[in-house]
């Protein structure tokens, strides 16, 4: 199997998984758009990848359905097709349930659960046309629940259930699906700051190996859902 030149869309590419994810696609020969909030972190993200003619930034907020199409139009016009989608956008904010505050519990549905399905609707038809692939960043939080993650929890939990019924209804399409479960990653999410101390994470290169390896594999194997976590939290 050979992914030199296909392309793909990431969103949430500026930083984090989605970055790690763009560089490893780039370095396989791959054209990769990128997409964030904030138009600023968008063209930096995309000066630091290089690769000059194969990387797209996209200024697009997950939670507004027409900003995706215009995305998924622009890469289109770009580079003619779209193989490969990781809706990868996502945000977490952390409280006891009856402490939770209404806006931050909207702004984690519409970001991590309705922004991965307006990401596929968008892409759908090119999808179709490409027998792509649409792969979602879940979280072990979609199985694993813990004390003041009911929001998180909650959108994770229906990031892997939403994944898995498309997995189901898109693949009489030649379209594979697949959900990434991550546990401890050294990312920037929720206000860390990566360095040493994250030695022990998962790193956003190994998601980016997974992701490749995925691309790999022969079209008749699909791993629908792939959980995946430090090898050692003790050390941390």
Do not use: C
Not at 93 to 117: I, K, R, S
Not at 132 to 142: E, H, I, Q, R
Not at 159 to 181: H, N, P, S, W
Not at 190 to 198: A, H, L, R, V
């Amino acid at each position: 199997m050979d992914i030199k030149g296909k392309v793909a869309y990431i969103t949430g590419g500026t930083k984090g998984i989605g970055y790690g994810v763009a560089q490893s696609l780039l370095q396989m020969g791959m054209k990769v758009a990128i997409s964030g909030r904030n138009q600023d972190a968008v063209g930096k993200a995309v000066e630091r990848l290089g690769n000059k003619g194969s990387v797209l930034g996209i200024t697009s907020n997950v939670t507004n359905f027409q900003n995706e199409v215009t995305a998924v139009n622009k890469i289109i016009d770009t580079w003619g097709k779209l193989d490969v989608v990781l809706a990868n956008a996502g945000v977490g904010h952390f409280a006891p349930v009856d402490q939770m505050e209404v806006e931050d519990w909207n702004q984690m549905v519409q970001t991590n659960l309705t922004g991965a399905f307006y990401t596929l609707k968008a892409a759908m038809e090119a999808l179709k046309a490409s027998k792509g692939y649409y792969m979602t960043l879940a979280s072990l939080a979609g199985t694993n629940f813990f004390a003041s993650g009911a929001g998180y929890n909650a959108t994770k939990f229906g990031v892997v259930g939403f994944t898995q019924a498309a997995m189901l209804d898109l693949r009489k399409y030649g379209i594979k699906v697949t959900t990434i479960m991550p546990g401890s990653v050294a990312t920037y999410f929720n206000g860390n700051e990566p360095s040493e101390k994250d030695a022990w994470k998962i790193q956003p290169e190994d998601i980016g190996k997974l992701v490749i390896d995925l691309l790999l594999m022969h079209p008749r194997t699909l791993p629908s859902k792939i959980e995946v976590r430090p090898t050692r939290p003790d050390l941390k």
